[in-house]
């Protein structure tokens, strides 16, 4: 059974940092590529950032361009979400994301990704 595993969500200041891990089991995502999605309240689902299978490449929304670092660690089968200068609006369960398809480029199309987890709440306060 493949399982995606959120952790490290919380309840930061504006302009804290928090450090998401998404750990995944059953299966090795080393030649896939995975994703961060958040959900906020009374919002739909968007995407956050994506990685390449080797981490050599990353895509991020606007939102979060220059605040946000995503990478992963193939050994381990992690994949992480570093979350700097956190602002209000970044209020969200976090979801990461895993997608089957072997070796594509990144993609923030949230269709083109099969495995997710259950979200880890991120809450940021002013």
């Known amino acids: 059974q493949v399982q995606l595993v959120e952790s490290g969500g919380g309840l930061v200041q504006a302009g804290g940092s928090l450090r998401l891990s998404c750990a995944a089991s059953g299966r090795s995502f080393s030649d896939n590529a995975m994703g961060w999605f958040r959900q906020g309240p009374g919002k739909e689902r968007e995407f956050v950032a994506a990685i390449s299978w080797s981490g050599g490449s990353q895509t991020y929304a606007d939102s979060v361009k220059g605040r946000f670092t995503i990478s992963r660690d193939n050994a381990k089968n992690t994949m992480y979400l570093q979350m700097n200068s956190l602002k209000p609006e970044d209020t969200a369960v976090y979801y990461c994301?895993?997608?089957?398809?072997?070796?594509?480029?990144?993609?923030?199309?949230?269709?083109?990704?099969?495995?997710w987890g259950q979200g880890t709440q991120v809450t940021v306060s002013s």
């Open positions: 994301a895993g997608c089957i398809l072997f070796r594509v480029p990144v993609r923030s199309t949230p269709e083109l990704y099969t495995y």
